[in-house]
Each structure stands twice: as structure tokens, then as C-alpha cells.
T-cell receptor, first 115, second 112 residues
Framework: DVKVTQSSRYLVKRTGEKVFLECVQD?????MFWYRQDPGLGLRLIYF???????EKGDIPEGYSVSREKKERFSLILESASTNQTSMYLC??????????????FGNGTRLTVT | QKEVEQNSGPLSVPEGAIASLNCTYS??????FFWYRQYSGKSPELIMF????GDKEDGRFTAQLNKASQYVSLLIRDSQPSDSATYLC????????????FGSGTKLNVKP
């Protein structure tokens, strides 16, 4: 089974702080993703990475950046946290290739509260 | 128009009944379809996926795909209280294998 581990289940940060969310996967998958999930809005893609040091913006990248220095690790950075970034953050991965039957595998999620 | 639509529910069924969850999608060329289960406060976990028209069974779960009508459904037989969760439908159009469109989910309550 794919294992995707997010470093924190719950985080509470203050407005203006720089916040790091970490994600590690053990399946040697090339593609990694960061989503946020909010009631009524569903899952929205923030960024994804298809290789080390490679990244692409998703639907809502504003206020976020990412880092992928190693294949197994993908970090989401909130440069200056704001209250509207309070959300559930989900990391996911999937293997590369034109496999349309290959699903996303999610980590356990990080519930971030910005006060 | 949303790419993927689901009735938010809640859908309430008695224990032992069949729960039927539905999802419609807007792009006729969509290739693959995934059902995830999400317990409150937890992350989504994959139940099953389907990409060919017809039915696909896995234990108590059956996914049904009708590309002509652009809907996909999930049937849960012999529903258990532990099946109470939100069920997310996800669609991959096939033009970008890393792009998934999610519905907002249907909340299922199975009453003992």
C-alpha cells in the first residue's frame, strides 16, 4: 500500500507567520500534489510537482509556494499566513505515465488554523 | 456548470439496505472515475475506480458507469453504520493525467 505521511495533523499559527507543511511518500511516485478542502468548495488543487525541483500551479496558488528537493518529499509553504488560509490541507501522490486508471493516494491531512 | 456534481445529501438508509450514490460530469470525453470515502475529519480513501461502461464490483461496492448519460454511481450493498461518511466522486478527463475534478461529496448516514 502507498503510504503518504503528513508531518502534522493539527497546526495553529498566527497571522503573518511563515508556515511549512511537510509530506513524505514511500512509493517512489513522481507526482505529488497539495490540495485544500473547505466545506462547500470541495477539494481544490494548490500546486503539484511531477519531478524533483519541478512544479506547476494548480487552481489556487496565490499565497502559497512549494518545494521539492527530494523525490519523496513535497513541502507546501505559506509565505505569510492569513485567516483565509484556515483549512484542511491534503497531500497526495500518484505514479507517472499515461495511466488514466491510476488514482490519487492521500495523506492523513493537516488541519491548519490561522488566528 | 461544475465539472462534477453530486447531491450533498444527507442520504439516510437503514442498516442492511442498498445505498445508491450518484455523480454526473460535464465533459463527455472524461476517461476515468474514482470513488473516495471520507470520514469526518479524515482524509479521502480510495474505494474503487471505473473506466469502462457498465458495472464493476468489489465486495459490497459496485460502481456503475454510463458514458452516454454522463453519470457514474456507487452502490453499497448491506450498508453498515461504519459506511456513514462522505463519498467523493472524482473524474480524470484523460487530457492531463494529473488533473482530477472532484465533486463536493454526498454525505451518507446508515441508521442502525
Amino acid at each position: 500500500d502507498v503510504k503518504v505521511t503528513q508531518s502534522s495533523r493539527y497546526l495553529v499559527k498566527r497571522t503573518g507567520e511563515k508556515v511549512f507543511l511537510e509530506c513524505v511518500q514511500d512509493m517512489d511516485h513522481e507526482n505529488m500534489f497539495w490540495y485544500r478542502q473547505d466545506p462547500g468548495l470541495g477539494l481544490r488543487l494548490i500546486y503539484f510537482s511531477y519531478d524533483v525541483k519541478m512544479k506547476e500551479k494548480g487552481d489556487i496558488p496565490e499565497g502559497y509556494s512549494v518545494s521539492r528537493e527530494k523525490k519523496e518529499r513535497f513541502s507546501l509553504i505559506l509565505e505569510s499566513a492569513s485567516t483565509n488560509q484556515t483549512s484542511m490541507y491534503l497531500c497526495a501522490c500518484r505514479p507517472t505515465g499515461p495511466f488514466f486508471d491510476s488514482p490519487l493516494h492521500f495523506g492523513n491531512g493537516t488541519r491548519l488554523t490561522v488566528t | 456548470q461544475k465539472e462534477v456534481e453530486q447531491n450533498s445529501g444527507p442520504l439516510s438508509v437503514p442498516e442492511g439496505a442498498i445505498a445508491s450514490l450518484n455523480c454526473t460530469y460535464s465533459d463527455r470525453g472524461s476517461q476515468s472515475f474514482f470513488w473516495y470515502r471520507q470520514y469526518s475529519g479524515k482524509s479521502p480513501e480510495l474505494i474503487m475506480f471505473i473506466y469502462s461502461n457498465g458495472d464493476k464490483e468489489d465486495g459490497r461496492f459496485t460502481a456503475q458507469l454510463n458514458k452516454a448519460s454522463q453519470y457514474v454511481s456507487l452502490l453499497i450493498r448491506d450498508s453498515q453504520p461504519s459506511d456513514s461518511a462522505t463519498y467523493l466522486c472524482a473524474v480524470n478527463k484523460g487530457d492531463n493525467f494529473n488533473k482530477f475534478y472532484f465533486g463536493s461529496g454526498t454525505k451518507l448516514n446508515v441508521k442502525p
